[in-house]
């Protein structure tokens, strides 16, 4: 039986949205990690988009690990899917009454 679904997410589609959606698009880690300091802004989005499951969208988040824009180790990888801590004005105004 043929898959029917309208809103199937191909690996395709994918990999096109995130290289739409980065500022950067590379290959692998290495690569995004070889992005030159001078090139690099907080908040920046890369797409690495051929290395296994390090494939993904990342930002530059300031002082994730240090205040310094040429550390690796201050890229997170975005998480599709996944929940967000709102506000707590945001959680009161959304809560149901009782």
Known sequence: MADTNPY???QYDLLRTLRERADITVETIE???AIKT?????GMLVAVFNDGENT????????L???TIGDNANW???EF???FD?????HSATEKEE
């Not at 001078?38 to 907080?42: E, N, Q, S, T, Y």
């Not at 709102?86 to 945001?90: F, H, K, Q």
Request: hydrophobic letters at 35%.
């Open 38 to 42: 001078f090139v690099r802004k907080w």
């Open 56 to 63: 993904g969208l990342y930002e530059l988040a300031y002082n």
């Open 76 to 78: 997170q990888k975005i």
């Open 86 to 90: 709102l506000p707590a004005t945001i």
């Open 81 to 83: 899917g996944s929940t």
């Open 65 to 67: 690990n240090s205040t």
């Open 31 to 33: 690569q995004r990690n």
């Open 8 to 10: 199937k997410v191909t």
